[in-house]
């Protein structure tokens, strides 16, 4: 047990010391007009009856308890401002699974990037203790946020990014991703995905969710299967969401049996954006992979304990009822 504000009581010292100063001076002042007034003639007889000694014995006693009650009362308000409390020591459970949202933001996307957040938003409501990261890239790739189980924080940065969507020209979400000779570089994307994971000496759940249309203008560093591979290596899992993967844009047939033959050959899946099973597929592939915990770091926990107090306080204030009411009749 320890005492959070254990320096309380010093400023209680204040106002009790200014309440006594105020009753022992009444206390005096009632004593000199008692010791001014007239005296009253054969008063102990009156005095020494059995029913006024009673009656006073009585009298003192109920005003014993109420002082008795007052003080009790002071002294738990002085202890409960001091919020007493224990102290314990933990190590949390933590899911070993690290995520990895990677968004292809160039000009072929921009049709549907507002939409792809929103899909991101909806995963990260289905994940529990898993950490998310998201990463943008066109030329180029930039952390947008990194690993985080902060899913408060996540949903903010997804609802910054999409408001940003709306204002291309001045946006935040692609600052960064312009250097580099061309655009949609997909296969540089992945590749600098999967090498946003940390911890690589632990052994670790590590998943990408790569959205592109794989529509790709520029000599890039790393072609798709390249990345794909990079990926293998580090056993990464990379699912596919394919924006452009519908009837109305046939002419990307190629590029999407491309994208699907690389995400499957890292042990993932492939769906189309509107693809209803989607979401929920990619999730339960995820929790499905390594669901052993990782012991967190060590935690110093402090808990309040204010119920004694509290529970002596409210007898106290029926103590203090019970006397004054007692002592008015």
Known sequence: MELIFWWMPLLWLVPVALVAWWVIRRQRRAGAAAAASLPVANSERLTSLPGYVRALRRYRALLAGLAASILILVLLAIGLSTRPATLSVTQPDLKNRDIVLCLDVSG?????????????????????????????????????????????????QFAEIKESFKDRENGTYYRGTLIGDGSSLVGDGLASCAVRFDATDTPRSRSVILVTDNLIAGDPIFTLPEAGQLASERDVRVYGINPGDTEAKAYLDDLAVEFKSVVESTGGSYYALDDPAGIPSIVDQITAEQAALMKGPIQLVRHDEPALLVTLAFIGVTGLLLFAWRLKR
């Open 108 to 156: 072929s996307m921009v049709d549907y990037d507002s939409e792809v957040v929103d899909v991101f938003s909806d995963l990260a409501d289905q994940f529990e203790g898993e950490r998310i990261s998201l990463v943008v890239f066109n030329a180029s790739a930039v952390t947008y946020f990194p690993l985080t189980s902060d899913y408060a924080y996540i949903q903010k």
